[in-house]
């Protein structure tokens, strides 16, 4: 369960940081052009910008997303250990 409850957050957590990077990347290239060409360097430093807000939404959607496909595994192992404590509770009552 504990493993399932992580695999939640996993992927969300690593992909928001990579998009995060990207922004920063973006950030930084902007600022090495920026004498160069100030135009590129605009749009570049907006889409570094939209790259380091974007993180929170696509973090909450991934893990949403596999709260849901997860959560028949969860509810499985959950209900077989239901299942167990009760045969475990019947066999001591005898």
Not at 7 to 30: D, H, P, Q, R, Y
Not at 60 to 89: F, M, P, V
Request: overall charge positive; some cysteine; charged content about 20%.
């Amino acid at each position: 369960i504990q493993r399932f409850e992580k695999e939640k957050t996993f992927l969300a957590t690593m992909i928001s940081i990579l998009v995060g990077l990207l922004g920063s990347i973006f950030l930084a290239i902007s600022v090495m052009i920026l004498h160069n060409n100030s135009f590129l360097s605009t749009i570049i430093g907006i889409l570094g910008i939209i790259a380091w807000i974007l993180p929170y939404w696509i973090y909450r959607d991934i893990k949403n997303r596999k709260a849901i496909e997860l959560s028949d595994k969860i509810n499985r192992i959950y209900d077989l250990i239901d299942d167990t404590c009760q045969q475990a509770h019947s066999l001591s009552n005898i």
